[in-house]
């Protein structure tokens, strides 16, 4: 069997060396003291990831697996939505030019031919008028004396 004991620490109850409460009150207080900054390692060992990966002792297994399970299932259905709203960008798409591009076609060149009708018109009654003005000048015409 085994047996504890406790043993106490020295250094934990021994007076710790600093300033004594008169020595405080000289002591000068600015924001700007050099003491006061702290020059941190920049040169980390371990990386986000490391951390999170350390931060899951905190967290309780059957809560992990909880969370796991949603986060999967999450990615389970904005995975399939991606794919999905893919696909169907790509059949509208495609369904778009397959049948858009012939129509829009036909339809300019429809306009055109209606354009070119109605200049033809506009030409023909524009010699209409001119051939039945000259006709009507002549036949009223006098002769001169």
């Known amino acids: 069997m085994v047996k504890l004991e406790e043993v106490p620490d020295d250094e934990l109850n ?3 060396p600093g300033p004594t409460k008169e020595e405080e009150d000289e002591w ?3 924001d700007e003291s050099e003491t ?3 020059d941190y390692d920049d040169n980390f060992d371990e990386s986000l990831l490391d951390r999170v990966a350390a931060l899951q002792d905190i967290i309780p297994p ?4 909880n969370l796991q399970s949603v986060a999967s299932t999450g990615y389970s259905w904005a ?3 991606l ?3 893919g696909k ?3 059949v509208v798409s495609t369904s778009a030019l397959l049948l858009g591009v012939p129509w829009a076609l036909a339809f300019s060149e429809e306009q055109q031919v209606q354009e070119m009708e109605r200049e033809m018109r506009m030409q023909q009654s524009a010699n209409e008028l001119l051939t039945q003005g000259a006709g009507a000048g002549q036949t009223g015409a006098r002769p001169a004396l």
């Open 14 to 16: 021994a007076p710790q």
């Open 28 to 30: 000068d207080t600015d």
């Open 36 to 38: 006061s900054d702290v």
């Open 62 to 65: 059957t809560y992990r697996k």
């Open 79 to 81: 995975s399939n939505a």
């Open 83 to 85: 794919s999905f709203s």
């Open 88 to 90: 169907t960008l790509w």
